[in-house]
């Protein structure tokens, strides 16, 4: 099903490049529009949809939390508690800053206290050493376990151009980041990078899934050779006593995209939507990806009945609700605008599910690299007021 829903509060802050983060029922917002405000400091808002209107509540975080920069593309991963369990942690890697700095930070997003319908997240930093990920957006991020192990896996991005190399004219360039598969091993902060020949190429934009020791890479674009790779790289991990391993098998389908959404419908079934074919091509199929032990299956699916401003837009984006449902927008015609959000929303749901176990996709949106227009690059301070976050803010 396809729905349209009503812009409310905050809506206005909602960009290309959010990501959405879901624990049980309950989704939050990360990536506004601009720094955060006095009304939200944490800049991260819980999703409320109720009635066919889409609004944004501010969340607070516990005082031992560290500050999240509003991010938008970064990579966003659960954590389940265990194999197949309760999501209770996220990962969130890189990503833009509005100021159009790429963070290299990794950062710990986990529910902190529900109590009367009041949300609060604890946010913490994660150090990592060895082979330490640069600086990156466009990347996407994969829990695995192998052995009673648990490992991060993290793939592609993008990155400007090295110190070294930058010049006047390419300052604010950027390149694909190197072909490395990073191995994370979160209890040690230790990764790893392993360089794979059956990875020639910098992939970015692009959708991963995992299941048991394996992740999946779907699409993307290499900007290196303006190319959508229609291939599915199968990753494999791993982690015995002593040296990890990691694999890589080519599986050729026909299937190109670049900046699609993945969303769950069930433990071993997952739907690929939105994105595009080209640069000037919207792709509006939908594709079902079926995980068993060793094999994939992908086979194309029913499509909505897309609307005259989803056809005809240039462009959209948007992120993985949860149980099945897609949040996306499209650019609004300023002539139909209500309110000060310039954009359409739309929930497309799949059907009612579990929740999602397991399941990533780097959360990818619209490719625009100038998106942020130039009011968003503003000063800001941290205040200690002792009533920012009372009863009755």
């Known amino acids: 099903t396809l729905q349209i829903v009503t812009p409310g509060s905050s809506t206005s802050l909602i960009q290309p490049g959010f990501s959405l983060l879901h624990f049980g029922s309950h989704v939050f917002f990360l990536g506004q529009k601009g720094w955060p405000k006095r009304s939200c400091p944490t800049g991260v808002f819980l999703v409320d949809l109720k009635n066919n209107e889409l609004r944004l509540r501010p969340t607070i975080f516990t005082n031992d939390s560290c500050y999240l920069p509003p991010l938008r593309h970064p990579a966003v991963c659960s954590l389940p508690a265990s194999q197949g369990g309760e999501i209770t942690q996220y990962l969130i890697h890189g990503g833009k800053t509005p100021n159009n700095e790429i963070s290299h930070k990794l950062y710990i997003m986990a529910m902190a206290s529900s109590v009367n319908r009041r949300f ?15 600086a990156r ?8 376990f192998s052995k009673g192990k648990t490992a991060v896996v993290m793939f592609g ?4 151009v090295p110190l070294n190399q930058r010049t006047t004219e390419n300052w604010n360039n950027v390149i694909d980041c190197e072909p490395s598969v990073y191995l994370i091993d979160l209890q040690f902060g230790c990764s790893t990078s392993f360089n794979l020949r059956e990875l020639q190429d910098g992939i970015s934009f692009h959708v991963s899934l995992s299941r048991n020791d394996t992740v999946y890479i779907f699409g993307g674009h290499s900007m290196g050779n303006n190319f959508r790779p229609p291939n599915v790289y199968k990753i494999k991990v791993d982690l015995p006593l002593g040296s990890p391993a990691v694999s890589c098998t080519v599986i050729h389908n026909k299937l190109s995209f670049s900046s ?17 074919e080209s640069d000037s091509q919207k792709r ?9 032990d060793d094999t994939i299956d992908i086979q194309e699916i029913e499509t909505p009945e897309w609307t005259g401003e989803i056809k005809h837009s240039k462009t959209w984006f948007g992120a993985d609700m949860g149980k099945g449902a897609v949040l996306f927008g499209t650019p609004a015609d300023n002539k139909h605008q209500s309110t000060d959000c310039s954009f359409f929303f739309y929930v497309l749901n799949f059907g009612d599910s579990d929740p999602v176990v397991q399941a990533c996709s780097q959360g990818s949106t619209e490719e625009q690299e100038d998106s942020m227009p130039l009011e968003d690059s503003e000063e800001f301070t941290f205040n200690r007021d ?4 009372d009863e009755d803010t």
Do not use: W
């Open 137 to 144: 957006y466009g990347h996407s991020m994969n829990v695995v």
């Open 284 to 292: 509006f199929s939908c594709n079902g990806i079926f995980l068993d």
């Open 260 to 276: 699609s959404i993945v969303t769950q419908t069930s433990p071993d079934e997952f739907v690929i939507v939105g994105g595009y």
């Open 120 to 134: 609060s997240l604890c946010c913490s930093e994660k150090d990592l050493a060895g082979d330490v990920p640069e």
């Open 157 to 160: 991005g993008r990155s400007y």
């Open 386 to 389: 002792g009533n920012l976050f």
